[in-house]
């Protein structure tokens, strides 16, 4: 069965609950996890206001110490399971994109997460990441809810 | 871990897939399926060629259930099967998955390229957006 379990999460409180159930599952049929945060990386051009008002040096910064916090959250789920854990930070514009090639490049074999993340349910039927890792994902996914 | 899987068939190679996925999933956690096949009936058979329809696909629904209790026998893991008739399949994976208190649904669905890759296509995509139940993608 599934021997590497890839989590990504955005720090959400559905994705917190996903990690969970994840960490469970994992647990349960004896496979290792790999916690993922993904961060967009830095634009002068930006609509984002700790953009506009960061320098990249600062940015970068900010989102280290983010994800560094995301997933220390990963990482104590997993210490308390006991079971074999790898935390990833990756710098993206299309996270649902780093979300499948760190799933490749890790040789994980199922995606698991949660159904909707940050942006919630408003005006849209499945959270957009979830929706388009589920498109172009040849690995199995599972979603949590 | 998961206690009582869902496995939706329409009895294609495709759900082979699924029904794979779904029993090493019970058989790890000790769990047991329940295969469901569902079609919309017609009220009643109006002339022959829909009584020929409805034989026929009783006959195609007895041999996707009858496949998917044979292979989780062969597996050793506890089986039941549903034979559905809601409007949709969405609303009879939905239903079934309530009343028999599934925690998982496994789908396989086709691998897309191009602009239909935009949609993961018909069934799994309503019960991805207004489903309750954990779903298992496979491809």
């Given amino acids: 069965m599934y ?28 496979a290792e996890i790999v916690g993922l945060h993904v961060t967009p990386p830095f634009h002068l051009l930006t609509a984002n206001s700790q953009m506009l008002e960061d320098t990249p040096e600062q940015y970068a910064a ?27 930070h990756v710098s993206s514009n299309t996270p649902y994109e780093a979300i499948i090639e760190t799933a490749k490049r890790l040789r994980c074999d199922l995606i698991m997460m949660a159904s909707h993340g940050r942006h919630g349910v408003k005006g849209l039927l499945l959270g ?17 809810r | 871990m998961f206690r009582r899987i869902l496995v939706p068939t329409d009895g294609t190679e495709l759900c082979s897939k699924a029904l794979d996925a779904a029993l090493q999933l019970a058989r790890l956690g000790g769990g047991a399926i329940v295969g469901l096949h569902a079609y919309a009936a017609l009220a009643r058979a109006v002339d022959q ?12 629904a007895g041999d ?5 209790r044979r292979r989780a026998r062969e597996a050793g893991v506890p089986c039941e099967t549903v034979l559905a008739h809601d409007a949709t399949p969405y609303e009879a994976i939905e239903r079934v998955a309530r009343e028999q ?21 018909g069934e799994a995509e309503k019960l991805l957006a207004h489903g309750t139940v954990p779903l298992l993608i496979v491809r």
């Fill in chain 1, 3 to 30: 021997k590497r379990i890839l989590l990504p999460t955005d720090g959400s409180e559905a994705s917190r609950r996903a990690v969970q159930a994840g960490v469970e599952f994992a647990r349960g049929i004896g």
């Fill in chain 1, 62 to 88: 900010d989102c280290s110490q983010r994800a560094r916090q995301v997933l220390t959250d990963v990482e104590s789920v997993a210490r308390a399971a006991g079971i074999t854990f790898r935390l990833e």
């Fill in chain 1, 128 to 144: 957009s990441e979830t929706q388009k890792v589920l498109v172009h994902s040849a690995m199995p996914v599972l979603v949590h």
């Fill in chain 2, 49 to 60: 060629d829909s009584a020929r329809w409805r034989r026929e696909r009783e006959q195609q």
């Fill in chain 2, 64 to 68: 996707a259930l009858a496949y998917v």
């Fill in chain 2, 101 to 121: 208190a599934c925690d998982l649904v496994v789908l396989a669905v086709h691998a897309r390229r191009g602009l239909r890759a935009r949609l993961i296509g």
